[in-house]
């Protein structure tokens, strides 16, 4: 979900004062405050309220700083701001304490206004995790948004709201199974060569909403990162999206390639990096160029309009038998267990906000490798 078709990191005070002066009213997915909640239980509750409702429903924005009159907004006032990341910190803590389950994937963001005063901006996705309670002191109740603005849920709402919870969670991980199986037989969107396959899955939780599609503008898109090779690609549009893909000296199997679908989900899958598994520096290098194309890979979902949350899926297919070089933490290299599984299908990694690195998602990934290979994990490789 965007304003003016812009993520919520690109939007600018002017942005704000478009708003204002279209006097864009409040609706199902805006809703504007002159003040910050207040740090009293009454606000904190009615801060609780305002971001389930959005997240039980199909997301939104809440807006600070904005004076209002029966929903049409009227003028930029502005908050004064301190310390925002104090402000930022008190109310994730409400969020975890106040809230369940934990909704996750917000970003807050400030927008300069003037003198000390800023406009602030909550962006709250729609939950794959809804419907969310609200559980603070004696209070227990669940939320929901319509054009009128906030109301308490029903029993029929709260049905709806559990099975399509479900059913998101369902479809994420069957999307991802019957990739992985169409790339393990070779019927994918191009021919593979021959070997043991990486595979990475970035999986947004809105790619599931009926309709969803991105606009995959060329210059958006035209540098999408392949694993495992610091040059670009050939790369074209096709039914599905946008696919870059590299071919083996004008073969028509290709050995790596990333596909980013219209409704935001990207695929990389990459062979050429299992061609280094005697460099001994293997881990290292595997590891790193993984690194580098999640984290290259989020910019672009970022670029396009993306939201958070998202899921990623790292798997190694047809790899039984197979054995990394691995140093230690002191450089000596350790000895390495074959692989034996034929896949490994790799738990997904659920990331709320842009702010993680690819190293930070996926060492959990890398660890359970690491323990395919008889090591511990990372606390005592590279």
């Known amino acids: 979900m965007e304003l003016f078709g812009k993520a919520i990191i690109d939007l600018s005070i002017d942005n704000i004062n478009t708003i204002v002066h279209n006097k864009i009213p409040e609706s199902r997915i805006i809703e504007y405050k002159l003040e910050l909640h207040s740090e009293t239980d009454a606000g904190n509750k009615e801060f609780l309220k305002d971001i389930s409702a959005f997240a039980n429903t199909v997301g939104g924005y809440l807006i600070y700083g ?19 990341d104090k402000i930022k910190l008190r109310f994730e803590s409400l969020l975890r304490t106040g809230v369940d389950p934990p909704i996750r ?17 909550v962006h709250v996705p729609k939950s794959i995790s809804r419907p969310h309670v609200v559980k603070i002191k004696n209070h227990f109740r669940f939320y929901g948004r319509n054009s009128s603005g906030v109301h308490m849920l029903e029993i029929d709402d709260l049905r709806r709201a559990f099975l399509a919870s479900e059913t998101l969670a369902t479809r994420m991980r069957t999307f991802r199974n019957d990739r992985i199986a169409q790339i393990a037989t070779d019927e994918g969107n191009v021919r593979l060569m021959a070997g043991p ?3 990475l899955h970035l999986i947004p939780e809105s790619a599931f909403e009926l309709g969803k599609k991105y606009d995959l503008k060329n210059d958006l898109i035209s540098d999408l990162k392949l694993i495992g090779t610091r040059f670009h690609g050939l790369s074209r549009y096709n039914f599905d999206g946008f696919i870059s893909y590299r071919n083996e000296r004008q073969s028509e199997e290709v050995s790596t390639y990333t596909q980013i679908f219209h409704n935001g989900i990207i ?19 595997f590891k790193q160029e993984i690194i580098g194309a999640c984290n290259s890979l989020i910019q672009t979902q970022c670029k396009i309009g993306v939201d958070f ?9 047809e790899v039984r038998g197979y054995k990394f070089s691995i140093k230690g933490k002191d450089t000596y290299s350790l000895k390495c267990s074959p692989i034996e599984k034929d896949e490994l299908i790799i738990p ?4 709320e906000h842009s702010g993680l690195s690819g190293k930070e998602i996926l060492r959990a990934s890398f660890d359970l490798i690491l323990n395919a290979c008889g090591h511990e994990g990372g606390s005592v490789c590279e």
């Open 66 to 84: 904005i004076h209002e009159q029966k929903g049409i907004p009227v003028e930029i006032k502005g908050v004064e701001v301190a310390d925002f």
């Open 105 to 121: 994937g917000l970003d807050f963001v400030p927008l300069d206004f003037k003198d000390s005063k800023k406009v602030i901006v």
């Open 197 to 199: 396959k990486i595979v």
């Open 267 to 285: 695929e990389a899958v990459d062979i050429d990096l299992f061609k280094h598994g005697t460099h001994p520096e293997h881990w290292s290098f």
């Open 309 to 317: 949350p998202i899921w990623v899926g790292l798997s190694l297919l």
């Open 348 to 351: 997904e990694t659920y990331i």
